[in-house]
Every structure is written in structure tokens, then in C-alpha cells.
């Protein structure tokens, strides 16, 4: 899939911490050339060796070629994987925003069965990237579409999340695909907002509502919900303000919002996204608590993963909370974004 090598490209480019970590952790105190035999791998395949030869590990990338001439045989260190060893990959983990628990657990399982054993860097990578995709696979759920119509999908987050934009983008996609879709322009708080969003209904082709500067949001909310009922719109995307979790009054403004919708549709919002901004790191997991108790967050977007090499967090909220994650942003254009994927998402993580 073309969007995978945008992930994994733009991933690299912003360096991958994980992987440059393991390679560090495993060059620490590694021989070159490995004379102990090693046990053999369970899950990950390491080349056979050769006998009476000093260990040496082909790199996945040589080529036949390469193999033909006896070429492009470089040496991979290996370490002794030990307590001290085990230590180094839990800090850098801690480090990569993984959250502690989620970092000891994930370095107990890769522990587990391999004490004593010789492991270089890609094997650690492959291990480490085995661990996180099982994390990460029961999380990975497109935004489930009902035949309820019009479904309304509410859209909140802190201030810059990324929450017009995943609008726009997710508006564009689902008129690709056949839906017919209106927009609500929420955020009546912030005056160049509603601009902003119609530049976003331009570009995917969707109507959007619009209410005065500094009116209230849940009334809009239920103008909305008319319209797209009267319009028999497939798809209600309501935008919403960006609110920090400290700011009691814009809470309570969102549970209104909720309320209001509520009341004239018991069972929406039929689904209620939480926008997070890959770079905000640990603090991420108290977005997710806080909007938890105000809005029933019924799954996550991760913005802004092409910019950061902290998308570890990601793991540590598939972990602790197990929301679907819906989709991830790769960049400010309307098609960067896209469904989320568990193995390719830990490859890229640990810089395979
Ligand atoms: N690189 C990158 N930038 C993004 C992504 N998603 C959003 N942005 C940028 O982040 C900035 C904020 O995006 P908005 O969509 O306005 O965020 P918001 O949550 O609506 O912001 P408020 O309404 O002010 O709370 C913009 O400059 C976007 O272009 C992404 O996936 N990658
Ligand atoms: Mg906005």
C-alpha cells in the first residue's frame, strides 16, 4: 500500500528513536564476532552458520549478488541479553513514550525464553516490532460505518490537535466512497475557524453549516442534526473547538454539546473521535482520561506521525485503554491520512 512507504519514509526521515536506541544498546558491550555458539531463535530466523567459521550476520538487504561474490557480509554486534541489557532496553523505551508499564511488559515477554542468548540489533528490532504488533493489532479498526442515517460522528480534542483538518480529510474519503456528508462547523469560538473548515468542505466537495461568531455550539449542533436529516446525508461530521482539559467551561460546553445531541437522537453521537497530536507525547494518556468522562470517546486519530519520532505513545495507549485507533495523519494535505495498520505501524516504530 502506497501510504505504508509514506509512513515508514516519513518515520525514517523524522529518525527512528526505537531502532536508533537498539542499535546503540546492542553495540554497547557487543563483540564483533560471536565465538559462543548460539541457542537457536524461536520466533526470529537468524542465518545458519557455518562451520569452523567465526559467526557472521548477513544483513536482510544482501543481495544475491552480494551473496554470489561472498560481498556485502557485514558484521552485526551482538550482545548477551542480560539484566543489565534487559535495563537498557526498558529506559530507552520509557524514553521512546511507551509509559512504563507497557515498557516492562512488552521487555518481560522479549526477555522471556532468551536469557543468555547472543542478539543483535535486527533480531531485537524483529522481536521488539513481534511484541508491539500484538499490542497494537486488536486497536487497528477502521471507523466502523452503521447504516443509521445520518450517522453523526463528533470530533473533540485539545487546542491543535489536528481536529479540522482529520475532518476534512476523513469528509473526502467518504465522499470517495459514495457517502453523502455534512459538516457542522462547531467551533463558533475561534474566529478564523470557520473559514478554515470551509476551506476543508471546498476541497472534499462537502456542504458545511455554519453558525455566528461566538453562538452556541450545541444549538448548531442540533441545526445540523435537521439538516442532515432532511437531507438524508449518509454522514454528520461535527467540528468542535479546541479545549485543553483544564478549562472547566469548555468541558462543560462539550458535554452540552452531547447532551443537546442526545436529545434529539438517543443514540448519537453514534461515534465520538478523539484527535491526538503524535508529538504531545505522555501527556496524550491524560487527553484520553479526561475526554473519556465527558464524551464517550468511542475511538482515537493520531495526527502529525510524519513529524515526530515520538509515536510511541500510540503503544502505550493501545495498551491502557484499547480504543480503536481509526486512522493516522502523515501530513497537511487532504490524503494524508489513512487507515492504521498494527505491523506495519511497530516496523516502521523500531526502524525496520
Ligand atoms: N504534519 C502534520 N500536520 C498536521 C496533521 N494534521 C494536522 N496538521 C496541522 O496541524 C495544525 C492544526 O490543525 P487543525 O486541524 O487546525 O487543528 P484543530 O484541532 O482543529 O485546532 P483548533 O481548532 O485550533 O483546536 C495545522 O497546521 C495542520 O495543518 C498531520 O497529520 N501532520
Ligand atoms: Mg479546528
Same mark, same amino acid.
Given at each position: 500500500?502506497?501510504?505504508f512507504t509514506k509512513l515508514r519514509e516519513? #518515520?525514517?526521515?523524522?529518525?527512528?528513536?526505537? /531502532?536508533?536506541?537498539?542499535?546503540?544498546?546492542?553495540?554497547? &558491550?557487543?563483540?564483533?564476532?560471536?565465538s559462543i555458539p548460539e541457542a537457536p531463535a524461536p520466533e526470529v530466523p537468524v542465518p545458519e552458520p557455518e562451520a569452523d567459521k567465526p559467526? +557472521?550476520? =548477513?544483513?536482510?538487504?544482501? !543481495? +544475491?549478488?552480494?551473496r554470489l561474490f561472498g560481498g556485502g557480509k557485514v558484521e552485526e554486534p551482538r550482545r548477551a541479553l542480560d539484566d543489565d541489557m534487559l535495563e537498557d532496553l526498558e529506559d530507552m523505551l520509557v524514553q521512546a513514550d511507551l /509509559?512504563?508499564?507497557?515498557?516492562?511488559?512488552?521487555?518481560?515477554?522479549?526477555?522471556? /525464553?532468551?536469557m543468555g542468548r547472543r542478539v543483535s540489533a535486527t533480531e531485537l528490532k524483529e522481536l521488539l516490532a513481534t511484541e508491539i504488533g500484538r499490542i497494537m493489532a486488536p486497536v487497528a479498526r477502521p471507523l466502523p460505518l452503521y447504516a443509521k442515517k445520518p450517522q453523526v460522528v463528533l470530533v473533540v480534542g485539545v487546542n491543535g490537535a489536528g481536529k479540522t483538518t482529520t475532518i476534512? =480529510?476523513?469528509?473526502?474519503?467518504?465522499r470517495a466512497a459514495g457517502k453523502s456528508v455534512v459538516i457542522a462547523a462547531g467551533d463558533t469560538f475561534r474566529a478564523a475557524?470557520?473559514?478554515? #473548515?470551509?476551506?476543508? !468542505? &471546498? @476541497?472534499? /466537495?462537502?456542504?458545511?453549516?455554519?453558525?455566528?461568531h461566538g453562538s452556541d455550539p450545541a444549538s448548531l449542533a442540533w441545526d445540523a442534526m435537521v439538516k442532515a436529516e432532511a437531507d438524508g446525508a449518509d454522514l454528520l461530521m461535527i467540528d468542535t473547538a479546541g479545549r485543553l482539559q483544564n478549562r472547566q467551561d469548555l468541558m462543560e460546553e462539550l458535554a452540552k +454539546?452531547?447532551?443537546? +445531541?442526545? =436529545? =434529539?437522537?438517543?443514540e448519537a453521537p453514534h461515534n465520538t473521535l478523539l484527535v491526538l497530536d503524535a508529538t504531545t507525547g505522555q501527556n496524550a494518556l491524560n487527553q484520553v482520561d479526561t475526554f473519556q468522562k465527558l464524551a464517550d470517546v468511542s475511538g482515537l486519530v493520531m495526527t502529525? #506521525? &510524519? !513529524?515526530?519520532? @515520538?509515536?510511541?505513545?500510540l503503544v502505550s495507549l493501545a495498551d491502557r485503554f484499547g480504543l480503536p485507533i481509526h486512522a493516522i495523519g502523515v501530513g497537511e494535505q487532504i490524503d494524508d491520512l489513512d487507515a492504521f495498520d498494527a505491523d506495519e505501524f511497530a516496523r516502521a516504530l523500531v526502524g525496520l
Open positions: 500500500m502506497a501510504f516519513r #518515520l525514517t526521515r523524522s529518525s527512528s528513536k526505537i /531502532g536508533e536506541g537498539l542499535d546503540g544498546i546492542v553495540s554497547e &558491550d557487543a563483540a564483533p564476532e560471536a559467526q +557472521i550476520a =548477513k544483513p536482510a538487504t544482501a !543481495g +544475491i549478488v552480494g /509509559g512504563v508499564e507497557t515498557a516492562l511488559r512488552v521487555t518481560a515477554n522479549i526477555a522471556e /525464553g532468551r476534512g =480529510k476523513l469528509a473526502s474519503q467518504f475557524a470557520v473559514e478554515q #473548515l470551509q476551506v476543508w !468542505g &471546498d @476541497r472534499a /466537495g462537502v456542504p458545511v453549516m455554519v453558525a455566528p +454539546i452531547v447532551r443537546v +445531541i442526545r =436529545k =434529539k437522537d438517543p502529525k #506521525l &510524519d !513529524g515526530t519520532a @515520538r509515536g510511541g505513545v
